[in-house]
């Protein structure tokens, strides 16, 4: 029997973020599955859309004996704590010695983020790697699976047999990667060695908004990658990267495997690699405000509202989803008096605001400061907490189960939630930190979309997943906050002095 040992480890690193993701964030169970180990990793994994259970899946109809090891993951946030990195490191490593030991292996599969960046080793995937490396030697085939928003390094590409990355943003296609990188590691398999392997790394950084295969150019990008493996018969890859992880070889990537590899990545890069296209318009928060308040009042339907992203307080980007700017905005220009209770905003990471409102029992009124000024990429503190008087709309455990195409199946723990209302506005209050990515998260406190006029989320891209289809206008705007919707506003360090970071 093929023995196959799997193993995850998921960060996407904002260097210039205010939070470290130490232990404790890898284990809460709070925005993606707590830390698991051995047999419980297939059965807690599986059926969830993420890499793993897609590989798992696909697995067993090559019929390999699968070797579970260790699998981690943590909200984006700034860096992964040595103590962290060292205790998932040492897991998986032990593993694959004991495996090694006891019947052997015959690869590995890694589900892997490819931008998380540790306190003492900014390369945290091609650290891992060689790890392994130095444990297995160079011939076992090694086969990972990577986020479109990796960083990928010259280690990895050397070091792993073959890499593969996810083709959407928002990420519908995280099962299907695993299942992919499954066919990877079965053509290493049967050819006996490494496919010849071709890359390009593009010399500017690509802003997250624009990136959304929601959106051009990423759409037609995409369709070509996917023809163009039909057409050389390889399999190829591209991250536009996450361009806010201050190390050398943070920058976007396009590579690919196959005997004609080479050729593809060529014909590839020469389209994807334009710069003027990967630019786009972010909306300073008073006037994405006042667009979203025109709109909604042109909207001649019920049903489909105005959703805004709030963009620079992205939990998924290293934002703590508790700044206050947009919320400051809308307050300020009269929305929820304008539509009342038909303007909702969230997520509002703010525990003692949340408790407080359970104490405080349904139907009551509470005095809050909501929300935080916390440090931003400027040097600046982002907003101060919005001061008032709020209603006790709604009281939930901030257990949700989500249901749209992104991570559908996952079952999150956000802690004690709440609906909290002020001047018309209705602000969902969580405990836990989690992107706005899935309807469910607000349904989870009593707001409902479709009675909203409009809808602000705390999110980059992954929101048009389950809310742009059901949205009469998408707008994306900016309050100060961690993570910069552009990169050429970060006061980079140690980015390479060849790459730009403006296309």
């Known amino acids: 029997m093929t023995r196959i040992l799997i193993a995850g480890f998921q960060h996407e690193t904002n260097t210039f973020a205010p939070s470290l993701a130490d232990w404790a964030a890898f284990t809460r169970g709070d925005s993606f599955p707590a830390f698991v180990r051995g047999a419980a990793m297939p059965r807690q994994l599986g059926g969830i859309n993420i890499p793993v259970a897609g590989f ?13 090891s260790a699998w981690a993951g943590a909200i984006p946030s700034s860096y992964v704590t040595r103590d962290a990195f060292e205790r998932i ?11 090694k030991d006891r019947g052997g292996l015959d690869g590995i599969y890694l589900d892997l983020h490819g931008a998380a960046v540790a306190e003492h080793a900014l390369d945290s995937e091609g650290e891992l790697l060689a790890r392994l490396r130095a444990i297995v030697g160079p011939a076992l085939p090694v086969v990972t699976s990577l986020d479109l928003h990796a960083n990928v390094t010259r280690r990895m590409l050397e070091l792993a047999d073959a890499l593969v990355s996810y083709r959407t943003y928002p990420h519908v296609d995280m099962s299907d990667t695993g299942a992919l990188a499954a066919e990877l590691l079965a053509r290493r398999l049967k050819a006996g060695k490494k496919e010849p392997q071709h890359a390009r790394r593009f010399p500017y950084l690509i802003p997250l908004n624009a990136q959304s295969t929601f959106l051009e150019p990423g759409r037609s990008i995409y369709e070509e990658l996917k023809a163009l493996d039909r057409e050389f018969g390889c399999v190829l890859s591209f991250c536009p990267g996450f361009p806010a992880a201050d190390f050398d070889e943070c920058a976007p990537v396009l590579w690919g495997h196959g005997e004609r590899a080479e050729a593809a990545v060529e014909q590839l890069f020469a389209r994807a690699s334009q710069p003027a296209q990967w630019r786009i318009e972010v909306l300073p928060a008073r006037e994405a405000v006042a667009q979203a308040m025109n709109l909604a009042g042109s909207i001649a339907a019920a049903g489909k509202p105005v959703v805004l992203a709030d963009t620079q307080d992205n939990p998924g980007a290293g934002g703590d989803s508790n700044t206050t700017g947009m919320l400051h905005a809308l307050v300020a220009q009269g929305a929820g008096k304008r539509y009342p209770g038909q303007v909702a905003l969230g997520l509002i990471f703010d525990p003692a605001a949340a408790r407080a409102a359970h104490e405080a029992g349904l139907g009551s009124e509470i005095d809050l400061a909501l929300g935080k000024a916390v440090p931003t990429f400027t040097g600046q503190p982002s907003d101060p907490p919005v001061r008032g008087r709020y209603k006790v709309l709604a009281l939930a455990d901030g257990k949700c189960t989500l249901k749209g195409p992104m991570m559908t199946g996952l079952t999150v723990g956000l802690g004690l939630s709440a609906c909290l209302a002020i001047e018309g506005i209705r602000i969902a209050v969580t405990s836990g930190k989690k992107q706005l990515l899935d309807r469910e998260l607000l349904r989870m406190v009593g707001i409902h979309t479709e009675q909203m006029r409009i809808v602000v989320v705390k999110s980059s891209v992954h929101f048009r997943a389950d809310f742009q289809p059901h949205a009469s206008h998408v707008l994306v705007g900016k309050a100060a906050g961690p993570m910069a919707a552009d990169p050429g506003d970060l006061p980079w360090q140690r980015l390479s002095p060849s790459t730009r970071t403006r296309p």
Do not use: F, K, M, N
Not at 56 to 68: C, F, K, N, S
Not at 89 to 99: G, S, T
């Open 56 to 68: 798992i899946e696909a697995a067993r109809t090559h019929g390999w004996t699968l070797v579970p």
């Open 89 to 99: 490191a040492e897991a998986i490593c032990d593993d694959v010695r004991e495996a």
